[in-house]
């Protein structure tokens, strides 16, 4: 499984960005899909993850009420779509994916994650 991540950039305060990631390999359904993100200097955080037909999300706080995730898998992309971009969002972006069960309280660790992406930068500026 191959993850491309894309649609980072630089950004004003209170504005949006879609990042989109492509997956290639095998069923795209089998996976759970997530985003990660790390700024300079700090370690990689949860952001938000899609079970694999969408019947769970999960968010981290600092996220919730501006982030939303989905997913297409008839075009195997999942899309983390950010409002309200804060100087605090400037990271790199990860996507993953992972075939395991979904655990809410485990799907949040990097470490679970089975496949991941290149990271795409995103720069929010005040």
């Known amino acids: 499984v191959q993850l491309q991540a894309s649609g980072g950039g630089l950004v004003q305060v209170g504005g949006s960005l879609r990042l989109s990631c492509a997956v290639s390999g095998r069923s795209f359904n089998d996976y759970h899909v997530g985003w990660f993100r790390q700024a300079p200097g700090k370690e990689r955080e949860f952001v938000a993850a899609?079970?694999?037909?969408?019947?769970?999300?999960n968010f981290a706080d600092s996220v919730k009420g501006r982030f939303t995730i989905s997913r297409d898998n008839a075009k195997k992309t999942v899309y983390l779509q950010m409002n309200s971009l804060k100087p605090e969002d400037t990271a790199l972006y990860f996507c993953?994916?992972?075939?395991?069960?979904?655990?809410?309280?485990?799907?949040?660790?990097?470490?679970?994650?089975?496949?991941w992406g290149q990271g795409t930068l995103v720069t929010v500026s005040s």
């Open positions: 993953a994916a992972d075939s395991g069960s979904w655990i809410t309280g485990i799907i949040t660790r990097a470490n679970v994650w089975d496949f």
């Open positions: 899609a079970s694999r037909r969408m019947t769970y999300t």
